[in-house]
């Protein structure tokens, strides 16, 4: 038997920056994400009592499988089981984009991975899974408008829907540097958990800011939904910022997009800006504005991509 599961890749409006747990996957705050259409992670798990070890292909590719063996190990002790697997994913992600997140991986894996062991999850449970291999990807098993719950312990960190809103919410993503090597933003995100004295201020604001945001979606306060999201972004990289060693995510060109969002709101533009590990911005705006968006980044003309809101992970094939 296969089983095949599809998963999108997220954006979170309220960030999440930080474990307090790193083998569980617990993080300090509470995150609220938009998942995106368009982007999504395919993924195909054949378990094999053949087998002697994982073996994980991404794009036809074969990769090293030991992040993925850890995972799978979580779903064998799940499902009582020690068969090896073959995973195949292909991410729909354009390369360029810096949106092959984890988040649309882990969420096919757990997916895909669960399903094939026999085990039939619950949303919240498969959301639990999923976190074990990235925390972004609790938030990537749900469609539309989400929130992870940092809970305090693993049963009760998961993700779920948020109501859907009439909102016409739309994310165009700037692809400042599509060549810039990736630091990785699990080091770095520990680093600024040890050392940057501002990131207890940033977790206490950040908690606030999530219960603001799931008000605000429920108002459908555009405004303030765009405030708060420019804010969580704006104060987890101040955070970041501040690290031992300094360190930041932000190039040239990416303070170019900036200033360009701060002027379309001059102008009465709704566009809000919003950034992750690394150096592209992703404006989040509703559908009637991105051509207005568009048009105030002529020079990034060929590197835009605007994405609407996406389903739920799903199984597209059991054989
Ligand atoms: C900046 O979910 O990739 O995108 O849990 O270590 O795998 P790990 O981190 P990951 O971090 C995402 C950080 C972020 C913000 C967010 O998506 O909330």
Do not use: C
């Given at each position: 038997m296969t089983t095949t599961a599809r998963a999108h890749?997220?954006?979170?409006?309220?960030?999440?920056?930080?474990?307090?747990?790193?083998?569980?996957?617990?993080?300090?705050?509470?995150?609220?994400?938009?998942?995106?259409?368009?982007?999504y992670t395919d993924t195909t798990v054949q378990f094999d009592p053949h087998l002697?070890?994982d073996q994980f292909t991404l794009?036809?590719?074969?990769?090293?499988p030991?992040?993925i063996s850890?995972f799978l190990d979580i779903v064998r002790?799940q499902a009582h089981s020690?068969q090896f697997a073959h995973v195949a994913s292909v991410n729909h992600?354009?390369?360029?984009?810096?949106?092959?997140?984890?988040?649309s991986a882990y969420a096919a894996l757990a997916l895909a991975a669960s399903r094939e062991a026999g085990l039939q999850l619950a949303p919240?449970d498969l959301s639990?899974l999923a976190?074990?291999g990235?925390?972004?990807a609790?938030?990537s098993v749900?469609?539309?408008?989400?929130?992870?719950?940092?809970?305090?312990?693993?049963?009760?960190?998961?993700?779920?829907?948020?109501?859907?809103?009439?909102?016409?919410?739309?994310?165009?993503?700037?692809?400042?540097?599509?060549?810039?090597?990736?630091?990785?933003?699990?080091?770095?995100?520990?680093?600024?958990?040890?050392?940057?004295?501002?990131?207890?201020?940033?977790?206490?604001?950040?908690?606030?800011?999530?219960?603001?945001?799931?008000?605000?979606?429920?108002?459908?306060?555009?405004?303030?939904?765009?405030?708060?999201?420019?804010?969580?972004?704006?104060?987890?990289?101040?955070?970041?910022?501040?690290?031992?060693?300094?360190?930041?995510?932000?190039?040239?060109?990416?303070?170019?997009?900036?200033?360009?969002?701060?002027?379309?709101?001059?102008?009465?533009?709704?566009?809000?800006?919003?950034?992750?590990?690394?150096?592209?911005?992703?404006?989040?705006?509703?559908?009637?504005?991105?051509?207005?968006?568009?048009?105030?980044?002529?020079?990034?003309?060929?590197?835009?991509?605007?994405?609407?809101?996406?389903r739920a992970a799903k199984v597209l094939e059991e054989a």
């Amino acid at each position: 038997m296969t089983t095949t599961a599809r998963a999108h890749t997220n954006i979170a409006l309220i960030k999440y920056w930080g474990k307090r747990d790193e083998k569980l996957i617990l993080p300090y705050t509470s995150s609220v994400s938009l998942t995106l259409d368009d982007f999504y992670t395919d993924t195909t798990v054949q378990f094999d009592p053949h087998l002697m070890a994982d073996q994980f292909t991404l794009n036809g590719r074969p990769q090293s499988p030991d992040k993925i063996s850890a995972f799978l190990d979580i779903v064998r002790a799940q499902a009582h089981s020690a068969q090896f697997a073959h995973v195949a994913s292909v991410n729909h992600v354009p390369t360029a984009a810096g949106l092959a997140s984890s988040a649309s991986a882990y969420a096919a894996l757990a997916l895909a991975a669960s399903r094939e062991a026999g085990l039939q999850l619950a949303p919240r449970d498969l959301s639990r899974l999923a976190r074990r291999g990235s925390g972004s990807a609790s938030r990537s098993v749900f469609g539309g408008l989400a929130i992870w719950h940092r809970g305090d312990s693993d049963l009760t960190s998961f993700a779920e829907a948020l109501p859907e809103t009439k909102l016409p919410l739309r994310m165009v993503v700037v692809m400042v540097d599509a060549g810039q090597k990736k630091v990785s933003s699990r080091r770095l995100m520990a680093n600024t958990v040890a050392t940057s004295p501002y990131y207890p201020a940033w977790v206490k604001d950040n908690e606030r800011a999530a219960g603001d945001m799931v008000k605000a979606l429920a108002a459908a306060d555009f405004t303030r939904i765009g405030e708060l999201t420019e804010q969580s972004s704006a104060r987890m990289h101040a955070a970041i910022f501040a690290s031992d060693p300094a360190f930041t995510y932000f190039q040239p060109a990416t303070l170019t997009v900036w200033h360009a969002v701060q002027t379309l709101r001059a102008q009465g533009v709704p566009a809000y800006a919003t950034m992750d590990a690394g150096p592209n911005v992703k404006i989040l705006t509703l559908a009637p504005a991105v051509a207005a968006v568009k048009a105030a980044l002529p020079e990034f003309k060929d590197r835009l991509l605007v994405a609407g809101p996406g389903r739920a992970a799903k199984v597209l094939e059991e054989a």
